[in-house]
């Protein structure tokens, strides 16, 4: 006859062995909420949660007017376009025209959009100014008026980040058309200008400019931007007028700027220009046109269609130039520019360890710059419709941006609707092999996902969970039998005594 503490014994050791399946099924449970709840996010991140409030000119229609938030008077409309650009909101201007004598002032987080070419602003010597401020969307707008610079972003007290200026036809006269302006050691980064024309400005068409110590800055672009007659006309601001600068302030330093597809036609000085004295570095140009430049009635000092610094780290791919006055490409050797007809592509300084390759497949064009460890992808749409096409990379590589991460080893499939600029970090072929056969058995995802970067931890969170929990049940699970194998022999032993 078994004594009654051993049979309770048993007991209790089934109860904690059942336990702690329990907690497994459970931690288990827990790990797939977390995944759902990702997933769910995904969801979430495609859709616009901003307010939106859409706002009538004095002119507008009649049914604009009756469905719109707010109607201006036509006099200081700047003052409810302002009052409701709060972080967060979205501004959506009805056709018509809005009379601005004040600097609208976007806040961090806000969107100012048009209907297009109907959205008017008329701008009576003031900007639209982001100072200070990141995450403003600027989009699908007409500028006219008079403004010393039209659109204007800088920084004074901090860094900014994330400026999107897109669909923007600015006719303004009175000075420059969009102007990114760096101060002291701030830094200005993620600046896209995507299809905005600049219109017979008075001056530059686009500059990248400053004062004090040091600006930074860095990772802009510039996609199929259009420049007509930089600074010709009589009331141009300056006889250096050039039609997209890319560095003008001597202490300026900038880097991983993107010049694509491109078009400058008529400028009273150069067209692509950048100065000596700055500090550049990544800079690459491609499948631009630059013609007519260089109309300063013969005397033009630059005057040439791309005037390109030869000793700093500069690409020039696929570009052409033709009806330049001095040159269609001239390059900085240091000492002297020399001049050139025909010479579309470059790889500066001469010393460079960079290649470069041109893409032409499908409806998908651009370049593709590699050094030892990076690949630099600048793709656009050929014919406006949305690329898809699958890009040969020659190697392992993974995307060092916060919102992409590529697991497809030596080739990448392009995606997108205008344009894409991407780097890719070399990778181990194990690594990545190992992390396409994780993702790919865990989600369901082959090639590549796209997350933002707190939905990235969500995801690497749930899976540490996950795998913790597993741990900590096969750890419980082996401590249990090891007690049981352990106390048998002992209390069998005590039982024989006792009977």
């Known amino acids: 006859m078994k004594p009654p503490f051993f049979i309770e014994d048993i007991i209790i050791r089934k109860r904690i062995v059942v336990f702690w399946k329990l907690f497994y099924v459970v931690l288990l449970f827990s790990g797939f909420i977390m995944l759902l709840v990702?997933?769910?996010?995904?969801?979430?991140?495609?859709?616009?949660?901003?307010?939106i409030y859409t706002i009538a000119a004095s002119d507008s229609s009649i049914d604009d007017k009756a469905s719109a938030n707010a109607v201006c008077t036509g006099i200081s409309d700047q003052d409810i376009i302002n009052s409701n650009l709060?972080?967060?909101?979205?501004?959506?201007?009805?056709?018509?025209?809005?009379?601005?004598?004040?600097?609208?002032?976007?806040?961090?987080?806000?969107?100012?959009?048009?209907?297009?070419?109907?959205?008017?602003?008329?701008?009576?010597?003031?900007?639209?100014?982001m100072i200070d401020v990141s995450n403003v969307e600027i989009d699908n707008l007409k500028l006219i008026g008079t403004s010393k610079s039209a659109v204007f972003i800088a920084c004074y007290r901090t860094d900014i980040a994330e400026v999107n200026i897109s669909n923007i036809t600015c006719q303004v006269k009175g000075g420059d058309d969009f102007t990114i302006y760096g101060n002291g050691n701030h830094r200005l980064s993620h600046i896209v200008f995507n299809t905005c024309a600049a219109l017979n400005p008075d001056g530059f068409g686009f500059i990248i400019n400053g004062e004090g110590t040091t600006p930074m800055v860095e990772d802009v672009t510039f996609y199929k931007c259009t420049v007509e007659n930089a600074g010709v006309a009589a009331t141009r601001t300056?006889?250096?007028?050039?039609?997209?600068?890319?560095?003008?302030?001597?202490?300026?330093?900038?880097?991983?700027?993107?010049?694509?597809?491109?078009?400058?036609?008529?400028?009273?000085?150069?067209?692509?220009?950048?100065?000596?004295?700055?500090?550049?570095?990544?800079?690459?140009?491609?499948?631009?046109?630059?013609?007519?430049?260089?109309?300063?009635?013969?005397?033009?000092?630059?005057?040439?269609?791309?005037?390109i610094d030869g000793t700093d780290d500069v690409i020039l791919n696929h570009n052409a130039g033709s009806n330049n006055h001095i040159a269609d490409f001239r390059i900085w050797n240091g000492s002297s520019y020399d001049n050139y007809t025909s010479r579309q592509?470059?790889?500066?300084?001469?010393?460079?360890?960079?290649?470069?390759?041109?893409?032409?497949?499908?409806?998908?064009?651009?370049?593709?710059?590699?050094?030892?460890?990076?690949?630099?992808l600048l793709l656009f749409s050929f014919d406006g419709n949305p690329v898809n096409q699958q890009i040969e990379l020659g190697g392992y590589y993974t995307s060092n941006d916060g919102n992409t991460y590529i697991f497809n080893k030596t080739k990448v499939t392009a995606q997108f609707v205008d344009y894409a600029v991407m780097r890719l970090i070399e990778t181990s072929p194990d690594l990545t092999s190992e992390i396409t056969h994780?993702?790919?058995?865990?989600?369901?995802?082959?090639?590549?996902?796209?997350?933002?970067?707190?939905?990235?931890?969500?995801?690497?969170?749930?899976?540490?969970?996950?795998?913790?929990?597993?741990?900590?049940?096969?750890?419980?699970?082996?401590?249990?039998?090891?007690?049981?194998?352990?106390?048998?022999?002992?209390?069998?032993?005590?039982m024989r005594e006792k009977c």
């Open 38 to 51: 990702i997933g769910t996010r995904l969801s979430e991140e495609s859709i616009n949660t901003n307010t």
């Open 86 to 129: 709060d972080s967060g909101n979205t501004v959506k201007l009805c056709a018509g025209t809005y009379e601005i004598n004040g600097h609208i002032l976007p806040k961090t987080g806000s969107r100012l959009i048009g209907v297009g070419d109907g959205s008017i602003i008329n701008l009576n010597n003031v900007s639209i100014e």
């Open 345 to 376: 592509d470059e790889i500066l300084p001469a010393d460079s360890i960079k290649k470069v390759t041109t893409v032409s497949q499908g409806n998908c064009r651009g370049t593709i710059v590699t050094n030892e460890i990076y690949k630099d």
């Open 438 to 494: 994780n993702v790919s058995s865990l989600m369901g995802f082959h090639f590549s996902i796209n997350l933002t970067p707190l939905t990235m931890s969500y995801f690497r969170g749930a899976i540490s969970f996950m795998t913790i929990s597993t741990s900590i049940f096969h750890w419980m699970s082996r401590l249990g039998y090891r007690k049981k194998d352990q106390k048998w022999p002992l209390e069998a032993a005590d």
């Open 238 to 307: 300056g006889d250096w007028v050039t039609g997209i600068d890319l560095a003008e302030y001597a202490f300026l330093s900038v880097a991983r700027i993107q010049v694509i597809d491109c078009t400058v036609n008529g400028s009273w000085e150069s067209a692509f220009h950048m100065e000596t004295a700055p500090e550049k570095s990544a800079i690459v140009i491609t499948h631009c046109t630059a013609t007519n430049a260089g109309l300063k009635n013969g005397r033009a000092v630059y005057g040439a269609g791309f005037i």
